[in-house]
């Protein structure tokens, strides 16, 4: 029996696949996390971020065009993970005690959307363009602030108020943006009657999803008991049905899957779903996002837009300190931990990736907001995970200092 090598051509570029991505992505991302983890006030995601830069779009763009498609496959199921995670902290008994909580987040909202629109007007941004910044502006970023609790083993008084804000003020953003979207892109050739339907439809479709996937994930976990492996199984399985399905519906992810995360938290009184630690699963998936989102990262796009992407950024601090502040006293917090908190409240970039997905209805939108949102991103992505790490640190809620 004769055998040959298969044929192999050096002359032709090694094309790249999922596993090929997958793994180098994974290797160079851990490489960089703990490079840059050797400093303690730098959490690893900013190794991932500054990995992904040097690899993506704004350096050697080795990861770009439809290489970073693929990326971004493994890093919606990593947001929907962390956003699963982060829509657990909102327990409607705990909010009804925490009154001033939801106070602080709807002023925030408000105060944002206002302060930031009004801002970038007065330095000439155009109107339409400068309140969709400022619904963008409402959100704090969900995966940086998951991360850096659970590198941390955080938990405490501020601890639980940030991760709580954080999702709460998540959902009042896309929301916000369904409702506003519609209103100024009044300028693109879709009817008005076509945006109003496709608003509603992304808000109630992603509503009823999430309520549908929920009640096909609690008898399943009855069923198969409160054994932690099963249900770990369960939970990934749905969370990734629910992508999907997100996707072929044409869905907005992020809202789907943290109204998910918000049902299955409150609507379960017999506690059939266990609370998941997802580990090392996790952490593979939070290797691919942050990598992910350094690569698409360019430079340029703050060279264009540096003065309305200070002005957003400066009117957004300032719109959250205030409701943080204004509430502090009422809510028990000192005012150390008041500015601690405004500072945990820093990062602002995957709530941009989430609605991302609903301007894909409105191209034009997308295609005028996107220098000012990517110079606003390349900013908090690099200093937002620095300023939550340093915020529970000095809080004194950290369990383990990295």
């Not at 998951?146 to 709460?168: F, I, P, Q, S």
């Not at 998910?260 to 017999?270: E, G, P, R, T, V």
Request: glycine share 8%; with cysteine; charged share 10%.
């Amino acid at each position: 029996m004769s055998w040959t090598l298969p044929p192999f051509d050096a002359a032709q570029p090694i094309q790249w696949n999922a596993l090929l991505l997958f793994g180098s992505l994974l290797l160079t991302g851990l490489i960089g996390g703990h490079i840059v983890s050797k400093n303690s006030w730098i959490p690893r995601i900013t190794g991932y971020l500054l990995v992904g830069f040097i690899l993506g779009e704004g350096g050697l763009q080795w990861l770009s065009g439809d290489v970073l498609k693929l990326a971004h496959t493994f890093s919606d199921i990593a947001l929907a993970l962390v956003v699963y995670q982060l829509g657990r902290y909102v327990d409607v008994g705990w909010l009804r005690h925490e009154k001033w909580l939801a106070a602080t987040v709807l002023s925030g909202a408000l105060l944002c959307f206002g302060l930031v629109w009004s801002t970038l007007e007065w330095v000439g941004v155009a109107r339409p363009l400068a309140m969709v910044a400022g619904v963008l502006a409402i959100a704090t970023a969900p995966a940086v602030v998951m991360v850096v609790v659970r590198d941390l083993k955080a938990e405490g008084h501020v601890t639980r108020r940030l991760a709580a804000m954080t999702a709460l003020n998540n959902l009042v953003a896309l929301l916000a943006a369904c409702i506003l979207l519609p209103l100024v892109a009044t300028e693109s050739a879709t009817s008005i009657e076509t945006m109003i339907s496709s608003t509603l439809y992304s808000l109630f479709g992603s509503l009823l999803l999430a309520y549908v996937t929920y009640r096909l994930m609690m008898p399943l976990a009855r069923l198969l008991g409160r054994e932690r492996s099963r249900q770990f199984v369960l939970v990934i399985a749905i969370i990734t049905l629910t992508i999907g399905a997100a996707h072929a519906l044409k869905l907005p992810v992020l809202l789907t899957m943290l109204a998910f995360a918000i049902l299955s938290k409150n609507l379960d009184i017999q506690y059939d779903l266990m609370e998941l630690e997802f580990g090392v699963a996790n952490e593979l998936f939070i290797v691919m996002l942050f990598v992910t989102i350094g690569a698409s990262i360019q430079l340029s796009d703050l060279r264009m837009v540096a003065l309305p992407v200070a002005v957003l950024i400066g009117a957004r601090t300032l719109a959250l300190a205030c409701s943080i502040f204004a509430f502090a006293r009422p809510a028990k917090l000192k005012w150390r931990q008041a500015g601690l908190l405004t500072l945990g409240t820093l990062p602002m970039a995957e709530a941009g990736l989430g609605l991302s997905q609903i301007f894909s209805i409105y191209p034009h939108m997308a295609a005028s907001i996107a220098p000012l949102l990517a110079g606003t991103l390349i900013v908090l992505e690099l200093i937002g995970p620095i300023a939550t790490q340093f915020a529970l640190i000095k809080s004194g809620e950290a369990g383990h200092e990295p």
